[in-house]
Structure formats: structure tokens, C-alpha cells
């Protein structure tokens, strides 16, 4: 009988987190102050993270120990498991070998946790007692209640109203875990309260909810903001899924020749992928593959330039492919992938040749979706499923050219708070959309005025 799951120990949990920049021939260009468009220094940031972060986020070591506690909370459910797709294998066909780490096995049901936790844990170190952030399908606002909750902080979560509104359950989940909710726009906060004003049926975007959630932290002395994806510490955070399965892939015996991950912001797929890019620095010939939704297409017809992280120019500007930071994202079902910037560190490897970025629409991943489900038993996310879809165009282009190729994928969370969407697909109401190019063109002139690429 074929082996379906790798499995480690606990004392197999990885002891540091792997930081790319200590292996990249070229930097992305550094972060610029919104006012000045200087380069910003930690005391720019040190409202609003604390400093254990931004030292992270600027760190050129390549190897940053995990605190005892962290890995201690990590326990509870690393290492995950890394699966060998066999049921999928066979659906297909092929005699590629498919591999995937599954991260749905965490308290909230994805990724989201392995930076959670280390997060709440510095900032609670540095006494802050609460954290504002973001979520857009709830994945990042649930982690962050569930990990604030261990450290006795407070959390307060601005939910992209078309979320807030489709996916009750993940409310639900962060006021269990003991966080405050409110839909975003909100009256809440100056920036919110425009938008309303402009727009009182505003849907929400995940660049107006950062607003908010920024400016609630740099108004009060007690609280700290925290991201879920984009930043370098995020990222960092992350690599914890790709030591574990390089580990895994050895025990199988086998080694990837193409890593393949959905980008929102960028980290699930950088978890998984980093850990392998040191090999591909090094000469070997793996391919790393970044997979987003057509409906926002980021990477593949997103420009690259400086652009703010959120809607109402208070982040820092990010060197970044971006989709403009007006752009408010059509209402897909994958919400962890409506976001119209990537992580810096993500752009500046497609930019450079060393990552591929594909897009799809939402009705060829739901059909990837179904049929992984049906051959493997897990309901995928529907942002995991943009990663499936890549997959099986990857085993394609191998029975193509006549080869058997080794693919492994992140299967960053389950689907079980997503079932609305899978009734949109399986009862055929689910739409796909075309973004037309004059949406495109006006994010490439809203990013006219800002300070240009090197
Ligand atoms: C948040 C989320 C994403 C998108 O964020 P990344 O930073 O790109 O990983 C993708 N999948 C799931 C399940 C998420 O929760």
C-alpha cells in the first residue's frame, strides 16, 4: 500500500523561521514614509508594531529563533501533516506524484496562526494590551482573536462588509475567541466614516478595512496594529510550513520540481516556497509557481511600482505589483485573495524571474475544488483551490511532454465555513468575471503621481 501521509513529532516543530532575504542576490527597494516618500526607518513604524517585529521585517539573518512559548502554542497543531494526493493521482490519471501540506488543521482552519501567534506574543512582550486589524473572508481576524485570546490582549477586527454580511460563522468564531467585531466601512474611525459618507452601501475592500484598523491603532496609546499577510515578519512567520515539508518530501523520498501556492497578500505561498528557493539560487531547476484569481489578477496584469497598501494612503508606500489602491476588488468567493498589492518580497521574485504567476477564474478552480474533495475527502478553501487548479494544469503540461514530475502545493485551509460558495458552484449560479483593461489602466494612473521605481 502507497504511503498517503508524512507525518513528524512534535519535537520535529522547526526551532527558527527561515528569512529569504539572507539568500537573495537583489533586495526589492526598501518601503517609503507616505508623506515624506523617503525611505522609512523603525521609528516610523514603532507607533503602531512593536520592536521585535520591525526588527524582523528588516533582518538580514537568515535564521530567527522561535520563542519557547510560540512553539509551544504551535504544538497544538504543528507539525502538519504533508499528504500524498493519491486519490487525486488517480482522478487525474497521472503518474505525476502530487504532495500537499495541509494547514487546515490549525484552531482557525488555515495558515493564519503560524503568524498570529508569534504577533499577539511580541506585542503582548512589549506590553501592549490591544491589537486592530483587518480580515476579508475572516480567516486573519479569527486568527488573531484565537491567538490574542492565549495572551490575554484584546482584539479588534474590521471585517470587509461583503464578508461581514456572507459569512456569519467566522463572526461567530471571533467573538468565541473572544474578539470585537464591527463591518467595515465603519463608523468607527475617520477613514471609514468617509467612505460611508461617499458610499453608504460600500461593500468594503480589504484596503479601506487596513485604513481603519491603522488608524484606530495610531490614535490610541494601548494598541498596536497587526497584518496578516504581506509584510516580511508575516511572511518569515510562515516558513515554518516549508521546513516542515522539506522534512516531510525526504522521509517520501522525493523532491519537488514544481512548488506551487494561491497569493492574497503572498504568504501562504512564501511559507511553502521559501524554503525551497535556496535550492533554486543554487542552480537546481525547481519551478515555483504563484497562483490568483482572474477577477484580481495582481501578478500577472497588476503594475509593478510603489503603491500604498491601503485605500486611504496611510500605509507606507510598497514597492509591490499593485492593482492601485482605489481598486475595490469584484465579489469573489476566495475573499483571502481581494487584495489589490502583494508582498514586496513576492513581487520582487516574479519580477526577477525566479517565481511564475498564474490566474484563473472561479469557476474552473471550483471544478479543481470539487474534484479534490471528492478524491481526497478535505473541502479545500476557496482560495487553496486556485492552487489545485495550477496543479492540474501542471500535470497536464507533464503528460504533454512525456514526463512524471513530483508537485507539491499548499492546501492552506479548509473550506467548511465556505459552503455558500460551493452552492453557488454546484447549483451553476456562480459567475466569472472579466476585469476589463480600462480597470487596469486607471490603476497604473492612480500610481502615476507616486514616487517611481528605481
Ligand atoms: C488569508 C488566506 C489566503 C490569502 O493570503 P496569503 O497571504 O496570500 O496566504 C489564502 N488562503 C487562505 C485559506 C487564507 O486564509
Same mark, same amino acid.
Given at each position: 500500500?502507497?504511503?498517503?501521509?508524512?507525518?513528524?513529532?512534535?519535537?520535529?516543530?522547526?526551532?527558527?523561521?527561515?528569512?529569504?532575504?539572507?539568500?537573495?542576490?537583489?533586495?526589492?527597494?526598501?518601503?517609503?514614509?507616505?508623506?515624506?516618500?523617503?525611505?522609512?526607518?523603525?521609528?516610523?513604524?514603532?507607533?503602531?508594531?512593536?520592536?521585535?517585529?520591525?526588527?524582523?521585517?528588516?533582518?538580514?539573518?537568515?535564521?530567527?529563533?522561535?520563542?519557547?512559548?510560540?512553539?509551544?502554542?504551535?504544538?497544538?497543531?504543528?507539525?502538519?501533516?504533508?499528504?500524498?494526493?493519491?486519490?487525486?493521482?488517480?482522478?487525474?490519471?497521472?503518474?505525476?506524484?502530487?504532495?500537499?501540506?495541509?494547514?487546515?488543521?490549525?484552531?482557525?482552519?488555515?495558515?493564519?496562526?503560524?503568524?498570529?501567534?508569534?504577533?499577539?506574543?511580541?506585542?503582548?512582550?512589549?506590553?501592549?494590551?490591544?491589537?486592530?486589524?483587518?480580515?476579508?473572508?475572516?480567516?486573519?481576524?479569527?486568527?488573531?482573536?484565537?491567538?490574542?485570546?492565549?495572551?490575554?490582549?484584546?482584539?479588534?477586527?474590521?471585517?470587509?462588509?461583503?464578508?461581514?454580511?456572507?459569512?456569519?460563522?467566522?463572526?461567530?468564531?471571533?467573538?468565541?475567541?473572544?474578539?470585537?467585531?464591527?463591518?467595515?466601512?465603519?463608523?468607527?474611525?475617520?477613514?471609514?466614516?468617509?467612505?460611508?459618507?461617499?458610499?453608504?452601501?460600500?461593500?468594503?475592500?480589504?484596503?479601506?478595512?487596513?485604513?481603519?484598523?491603522?488608524?484606530?491603532?495610531?490614535?490610541?496609546?494601548?494598541?498596536?496594529?497587526?497584518?496578516?499577510?504581506?509584510?516580511?515578519?508575516?511572511?518569515?512567520?510562515?516558513?515554518?510550513?516549508?521546513?516542515? /515539508? +522539506? =522534512?516531510?518530501?525526504?522521509?517520501?523520498?522525493? !523532491? %519537488?520540481?514544481?512548488? #506551487?501556492?494561491? @497569493?492574497?497578500?503572498?504568504?501562504?505561498?512564501?511559507?511553502?516556497?521559501?524554503?525551497?528557493?535556496?535550492?533554486?539560487?543554487?542552480?537546481?531547476?525547481?519551478?515555483?509557481?504563484?497562483?490568483?484569481?482572474?477577477?484580481?489578477?495582481?501578478?500577472?496584469?497588476?503594475?509593478?511600482?510603489?503603491?500604498?497598501?491601503?485605500?486611504?494612503?496611510?500605509?507606507?508606500?510598497?514597492?509591490?505589483?499593485?492593482?492601485?489602491?482605489?481598486?475595490?476588488?469584484?465579489?469573489?468567493?476566495?475573499?483571502?485573495?481581494?487584495?489589490?498589492?502583494?508582498?514586496?518580497?513576492?513581487?520582487?521574485?516574479?519580477?526577477?524571474?525566479?517565481?511564475?504567476?498564474?490566474?484563473?477564474?472561479?469557476?474552473?478552480?471550483?471544478?479543481?475544488?470539487?474534484?479534490? /474533495? +471528492? =478524491?481526497?475527502?478535505?473541502?479545500?478553501?476557496? !482560495? %487553496?483551490?486556485?492552487? #489545485?487548479?495550477? @496543479?492540474?494544469?501542471?500535470?497536464?503540461?507533464?503528460?504533454?511532454?512525456?514526463?512524471?514530475?513530483?508537485?507539491?502545493?499548499?492546501?492552506?485551509?479548509?473550506?467548511?465555513?465556505?459552503?455558500?460558495?460551493?452552492?453557488?458552484?454546484?447549483?451553476?449560479?456562480?459567475?466569472?468575471?472579466?476585469?476589463?483593461?480600462?480597470?487596469?489602466?486607471?490603476?497604473?494612473?492612480?500610481?502615476?503621481?507616486?514616487?517611481?521605481?528605481?
Amino acid at each position: 500500500m502507497a504511503q498517503r501521509r508524512y507525518l513528524l513529532s512534535e519535537d520535529a516543530i522547526p526551532t527558527r523561521w527561515y528569512n529569504v532575504a539572507a539568500d537573495l542576490s537583489s533586495m526589492p527597494p526598501p518601503p517609503l514614509h507616505p508623506g515624506t516618500g523617503q525611505p522609512i526607518g523603525p521609528d516610523d513604524l514603532s507607533p503602531i508594531f512593536p520592536m521585535a517585529l520591525i526588527e524582523q521585517e528588516v533582518s538580514g539573518e537568515r535564521w530567527i529563533p522561535i520563542p519557547d512559548p510560540v512553539r509551544e502554542i504551535y504544538s497544538m497543531w504543528r507539525p502538519t501533516p504533508l499528504h500524498r494526493a493519491l486519490g487525486l493521482e488517480r482522478a487525474l490519471g497521472t503518474t505525476c506524484r502530487i504532495f500537499y501540506k495541509y494547514e487546515g488543521v490549525s484552531p482557525a482552519g488555515s495558515h493564519k496562526p503560524n503568524t498570529s501567534v508569534p504577533q499577539a506574543y511580541y506585542n503582548r512582550e512589549e506590553g501592549v494590551t490591544r491589537l486592530a486589524t483587518e480580515t476579508g473572508a475572516g480567516q486573519w481576524g479569527s486568527a488573531l482573536a484565537f491567538a490574542c485570546g492565549l495572551f490575554g490582549i484584546t482584539c479588534k477586527v474590521f471585517m470587509v462588509r461583503a464578508s461581514f454580511d456572507s459569512k456569519p460563522y467566522r463572526q461567530s468564531m471571533i467573538r468565541t475567541w473572544g474578539g470585537e467585531i464591527v463591518a467595515s466601512p465603519s463608523p468607527d474611525t475617520a477613514a471609514g466614516r468617509a467612505i460611508l459618507e461617499a458610499t453608504p452601501d460600500s461593500t468594503g475592500s480589504l484596503g479601506i478595512a487596513i485604513s481603519e484598523a491603522v488608524e484606530d491603532a495610531a490614535t490610541r496609546d494601548d494598541t498596536n496594529y497587526a497584518l496578516g499577510s504581506v509584510l516580511n515578519h508575516v511572511l518569515l512567520h510562515q516558513t515554518v510550513v516549508g521546513q516542515e /515539508a +522539506r =522534512a516531510q518530501l525526504a522521509m517520501a523520498g522525493a !523532491e %519537488p520540481d514544481v512548488v #506551487i501556492g494561491c @497569493v492574497g497578500g503572498g504568504s501562504n505561498f512564501a511559507g511553502l516556497a521559501f524554503p525551497f528557493l535556496a535550492d533554486k539560487a543554487a542552480g537546481s531547476d525547481i519551478r515555483i509557481v504563484a497562483a490568483e484569481p482572474a477577477a484580481c489578477p495582481t501578478l500577472t496584469r497588476g503594475h509593478y511600482g510603489y503603491d500604498f497598501g491601503d485605500t486611504a494612503g496611510m500605509t507606507p508606500l510598497l514597492a509591490m505589483h499593485s492593482l492601485g489602491h482605489g481598486f475595490v476588488p469584484p465579489a469573489i468567493h476566495s475573499g483571502g485573495l481581494r487584495y489589490h498589492g502583494m508582498a514586496p518580497l513576492v513581487s520582487h521574485l516574479v519580477h526577477t524571474g525566479l517565481v511564475e504567476a498564474r490566474a484563473y477564474t472561479q469557476s474552473e478552480c471550483f471544478a479543481e475544488a470539487v474534484r479534490f /474533495a +471528492r =478524491a481526497e475527502g478535505i473541502v479545500p478553501a476557496p !482560495e %487553496p483551490s486556485h492552487a #489545485i487548479r495550477a @496543479v492540474v494544469e501542471e500535470v497536464a503540461r507533464a503528460e504533454e511532454e512525456g514526463v512524471e514530475r513530483t508537485i507539491l502545493f499548499n492546501l492552506c485551509g479548509h473550506g467548511n465555513f465556505d459552503m455558500a460558495a460551493y452552492d453557488a458552484y454546484l447549483s451553476g449560479t456562480m459567475t466569472d468575471i472579466e476585469l476589463p483593461q480600462e480597470e487596469l489602466d486607471r490603476a497604473a494612473a492612480e500610481m502615476e503621481g507616486l514616487p517611481a521605481l528605481g
